[in-house]
């Protein structure tokens, strides 16, 4: 069964899945418990459950649709009929199909069917968020992907087709079932707590719980997208899961599967360049016209019916006041109502992060097997003149950085109203500088002056970037983040005339350069622990700003590096790597500043708090809330001079003081 999480063996082989939230819940009980073991059948078995049931409704939904009693009468779909005739059949097909679904549900699941597993919203959530389930329930198609890009990366196109393709059978499938799961009841649950003050009639309550239903299955994609431990989708997941596999058909010579996977790329976008060119290609190859040869079903079959749900979803948004937020950029400008595309034109322009991708590179360098997907290694150590120093490029989506953005914009509008309006930079006095810590974000987030959303994101991309860096520069031995800084240099206006100086001066992370000899100290004042350094770029709209690396002489530039969102230079923070900023000299240029440590004493404590501040609710175990609650603004660590190390002392009981590292 391609779309059951591989190593889910039944508890009790044969007997009828439990509820999954019940289970769920045990193997909580039992991992606050301590018990490691039954935790892990019992999460697995609510996994197992959660897949049977989102099974036997895309099973029963295909069969019930099929059965000639409960499928629509054809006059419906066809041949006008006498007027109020439809309502009748309509109705009358939705009994039976209701009728259907539950006796074939009663079959497979026991006698309840659908009903007695059903999950409750809230715990419905906190399952979808956990790592361990999005890991179960996406691995499949990925470890397929996976191997297939890895092969590719190896020249190994013929057996990298089998895999690429079983990727895309299983995420579609996978999407399937995601798409049957809206019509289940937990889906609606929220909707009902909604209206329970008005009582829509016949019509409209049937056209609203379609609606819904239709909301849900478009974010399908979104959900198949996500892997696990992102905030957000892979963009365009299907489409480039069809480019991967006409380029692997094309290089192992099968033309004509090469031309119905690049013409099913044109079915979403039909002005694809490089499909395009491909297509001329592909058909000079194979010589005579081959008029059988169009796209793949699969996919015709999968955009024919998301258009046709597009297009009752831009209906009703026009027609009856209800809300869509089409997950994909495929869809033609003439599906959207003439009234709402201004609208959401003008919020595409608003979008302040860059717009064309990274080119994606083939694999070829024994490391990148550890690189996430998406993520791909522009430049190495030899491209950028040095020894480890690395560029990096994927690692944020652009709505990622949007967020990063936005929440770098909040933090420095919090502060500029407590009175740190204009602070100068340390670097030099044509630039204004704001710094960001984890810490500060959660803290910010927890007293609702930022978004928790952005504060959260802040956590997880530090993490992602220390997995990669671990993985590209140590993977023999663990890296712990030491300090993490979301930072933002803007130019000041009216003082960029002959600028001489630089945003931020040639120095090395981790000891004192000494130019004229070409030295460099690894003592105090230095942050002497900290062993790769990394610079996670969120935006490019801005004038000046590359970053550059420079012989230890600190004068001559060996290589440069242009920031953009999504952007990750990694490099050694010694000697070998002296680096500087050219001047910002319009604009305002964030990055994510991230100091890794081989030494654990050194790692970043306030991660961890802001990790425990940013906890949901629910989650929490019997906090002092009021201790929390009331300390916080009172201890709020206002800004520092970024350009000092300093000694704060942590008065909360229980914390033995620390240093806390600053620029
Ligand atoms: O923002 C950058 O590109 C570099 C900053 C830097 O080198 C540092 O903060 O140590
Ligand atoms: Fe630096």
Same mark, same amino acid.
């Given at each position: 069964?391609?779309?059951?999480?591989?190593?889910?063996?039944?508890?009790?082989?044969?007997?009828?899945?439990?509820?999954?939230?019940?289970?769920?819940?045990?193997?909580?009980?039992?991992?606050?418990?301590?018990?490691?073991?039954?935790?892990?059948?019992?999460?697995?078995?609510?996994?197992?459950?959660?897949?049977?049931?989102?099974?036997?409704?895309?099973?029963?939904?295909?069969?019930?649709?099929?059965?000639?009693?409960?499928?629509?009468?054809?006059?419906?779909?066809?041949?006008?009929?006498?007027?109020?005739?439809?309502?009748?059949?309509?109705?009358?097909?939705?009994?039976?199909?209701?009728?259907?679904?539950?006796?074939?549900?009663?079959?497979?699941?026991?006698?309840?069917?659908?009903?007695?597993?059903?999950?409750?919203?809230?715990?419905?959530?906190?399952?979808?968020?956990?790592?361990?389930?999005?890991?179960?329930?996406?691995?499949?198609?990925?470890?397929?992907?996976?191997?297939?890009?890895?092969?590719?990366?190896?020249?190994?196109?013929?057996?990298?087709?089998?895999?690429?393709?079983?990727?895309?059978?299983?995420?579609?499938?996978?999407?399937?079932?995601?798409?049957?799961?809206?019509?289940?009841?937990?889906?609606?649950?929220?909707?009902?707590?909604?209206?329970?003050?008005?009582?829509?009639?016949?019509?409209?309550?049937?056209?609203?719980?379609?609606?819904?239903?239709?909301?849900?299955?478009?974010?399908?994609?979104?959900?198949?997208?996500?892997?696990?431990?992102?905030?957000?989708?892979?963009?365009?997941?299907?489409?480039?899961?069809?480019?991967?596999?006409?380029?692997?058909?094309?290089?192992?010579?099968?033309?004509?599967?090469?031309?119905?996977?690049?013409?099913?790329?044109?079915?979403?976008?039909?002005?694809?360049?490089?499909?395009?060119?491909?297509?001329?290609?592909?058909?000079?190859?194979?010589?005579?016209?081959?008029?059988?040869?169009?796209?793949?079903?699969?996919?015709?079959?999968?955009?024919?019916?998301?258009?046709?749900?597009?297009?009752?979803?831009?209906?009703?948004?026009?027609?009856?006041?209800?809300?869509?937020?089409?997950? @994909?950029?495929?869809?033609?400008?003439?599906?959207?109502?003439?009234?709402?595309?201004?609208?959401?034109?003008?919020?595409?322009?608003?979008?302040?992060?860059?717009?064309?991708?990274?080119?994606?590179?083939?694999?070829?360098?024994?490391?990148?097997?550890?690189?996430?997907?998406?993520?791909?290694?522009?430049?190495?150590?030899?491209?950028?003149?040095?020894?480890?120093?690395?560029?990096?490029?994927?690692?944020?989506?652009?709505?990622?950085?949007?967020?990063?953005?936005?929440?770098?914009?909040?933090?420095?509008?919090?502060?500029?109203?407590?009175?740190?309006?204009?602070?100068?930079?340390?670097?030099?006095?044509?630039?204004?500088?704001?710094?960001?810590?984890?810490?500060?974000?959660?803290?910010?987030?927890?007293?609702?002056?930022?978004?928790?959303?952005?504060?959260?994101?802040?956590?997880?991309?530090?993490?992602?970037?220390?997995?990669?860096?671990?993985?590209?520069?140590?993977?023999?031995?663990?890296?712990?983040?030491?300090?993490?800084?979301?930072?933002?240099?803007?130019?000041?206006?009216?003082?960029?005339?002959?600028?001489?100086?630089?945003?931020?001066?040639?120095?090395?992370?981790?000891?004192?350069?000494?130019?004229?000899?070409?030295?460099?100290?690894?003592?105090?004042?230095?942050?002497?622990?900290?062993?790769?350094?990394?610079?996670?770029?969120?935006?490019?709209?801005?004038?000046?700003?590359?970053?550059?690396?420079?012989?230890?002489?600190?004068?001559?530039?060996?290589?440069?590096?242009?920031?953009?969102?999504?952007?990750?230079?990694?490099?050694?923070?010694?000697?070998?790597?002296?680096?500087?900023?050219?001047?910002?000299?319009?604009?305002?240029?964030?990055?994510?500043?991230?100091?890794?440590?081989?030494?654990?004493?050194?790692?970043?404590?306030?991660?961890?708090?802001?990790?425990?501040?940013?906890?949901?609710?629910?989650?929490?175990?019997?906090?002092?809330?009021?201790?929390?609650?009331?300390?916080?603004?009172?201890? @709020?660590?206002?800004?520092?001079?970024?350009?000092?190390?300093?000694?704060?002392?942590? @008065?909360?009981?229980?914390?033995?003081?620390?240093?806390?590292?600053?620029?």
């Amino acid at each position: 069964e391609p779309s059951e999480p591989p190593g889910l063996a039944p508890l009790s082989p044969g007997a009828l899945p439990q509820a999954p939230d019940l289970l769920y819940a045990d193997g909580l009980r039992a991992y606050a418990a301590g018990a490691w073991a039954r935790a892990v059948a019992l999460l697995r078995e609510a996994l197992r459950s959660q897949a049977a049931l989102g099974r036997t409704r895309r099973d029963c939904g295909a069969s019930c649709a099929a059965e000639p009693g409960a499928a629509l009468p054809a006059q419906l779909l066809g041949a006008p009929e006498p007027p109020g005739s439809w309502e009748t059949l309509l109705l009358r097909a939705t009994l039976r199909r209701a009728d259907c679904l539950t006796r074939c549900a009663a079959r497979k699941l026991g006698p309840g069917g659908a009903a007695r597993l059903r999950v409750g919203s809230a715990l419905r959530n906190a399952f979808r968020r956990r790592e361990p389930y999005n890991y179960l329930q996406r691995a499949y198609y990925q470890a397929a992907y996976d191997t297939g890009l890895e092969l590719l990366g190896r020249q190994e196109a013929g057996l990298a087709l089998p895999r690429l393709e079983e990727a895309l059978q299983a995420s579609l499938a996978q999407m399937e079932s995601c798409r049957a799961g809206c019509e289940g009841p937990e889906e609606q649950q929220g909707a009902e707590e909604e209206e329970a003050g008005s009582s829509p009639g016949l019509y409209e309550a049937i056209a609203g719980h379609w609606i819904r239903v239709l909301q849900c299955r478009q974010r399908c994609v979104a959900d198949t997208a996500t892997r696990p431990g992102r905030s957000f989708p892979v963009p365009d997941f299907l489409p480039s899961q069809l480019r991967r596999l006409y380029e692997a058909h094309a290089q192992v010579g099968n033309l004509s599967q090469a031309v119905e996977n690049v013409l099913s790329v044109l079915l979403f976008y039909p002005e694809d360049e490089a499909a395009k060119s491909a297509l001329t290609q592909y058909q000079a190859e194979l010589g005579e016209p081959r008029p059988g040869l169009g796209p793949r079903e699969d996919i015709q079959r999968f955009i024919l019916r998301s258009l046709g749900e597009k297009r009752q979803l831009y209906y009703a948004m026009e027609h009856l006041g209800t809300s869509f937020e089409d997950p @994909d950029s495929w869809t033609p400008v003439s599906f959207i109502p003439e009234a709402l595309r201004e609208k959401l034109r003008e919020d595409q322009e608003t979008r302040p992060w860059d717009h064309e991708p990274p080119q994606l590179k083939s694999l070829t360098y024994w490391k990148d097997v550890l690189l996430l997907e998406g993520v791909t290694l522009t430049h190495d150590a030899t491209q950028l003149n040095g020894s480890e120093r690395a560029v990096l490029d994927g690692l944020l989506t652009p709505a990622e950085c949007g967020v990063l953005l936005q929440l770098a914009k909040d933090a420095a509008g919090a502060g500029a109203r407590s009175g740190y309006r204009g602070r100068r930079s340390p670097h030099t006095p044509h630039e204004h500088f704001e710094g960001l810590t984890v810490l500060k974000a959660a803290q910010l987030a927890r007293a609702g002056t930022v978004g928790s959303q952005g504060a959260k994101l802040l956590l997880e991309v530090s993490e992602r970037v220390r997995t990669l860096t671990q993985a590209y520069f140590s993977p023999e031995r663990p890296l712990h983040l030491s300090f993490t800084h979301l930072v933002c240099r803007s130019a000041i206006e009216g003082e960029q005339e002959q600028r001489m100086d630089l945003s931020h001066p040639v120095h090395a992370d981790n000891c004192i350069l000494e130019p004229d000899t070409g030295e460099c100290w690894r003592e105090p004042p230095a942050y002497t622990y900290r062993d790769y350094s990394g610079l996670l770029y969120l935006n490019d709209d801005f004038q000046g700003g590359d970053l550059f690396f420079t012989q230890p002489n600190a004068l001559t530039v060996t290589a440069q590096v242009r920031p953009r969102c999504g952007r990750l230079v990694a490099f050694s923070s010694g000697g070998e790597n002296p680096h500087g900023v050219w001047a910002v000299t319009r604009g305002r240029r964030c990055a994510l500043a991230l100091w890794h440590t081989w030494a654990p004493e050194h790692k970043e404590q306030e991660w961890t708090e802001a990790k425990e501040l940013l906890k949901e609710p629910e989650e929490e175990e019997e906090e002092d809330e009021e201790e929390e609650g009331g300390e916080m603004p009172s201890r @709020d660590p206002s800004p520092e001079p970024p350009s000092r190390k300093f000694q704060r002392v942590q @008065d909360k009981a229980g914390k033995p003081p620390r240093v806390r590292e600053e620029l």
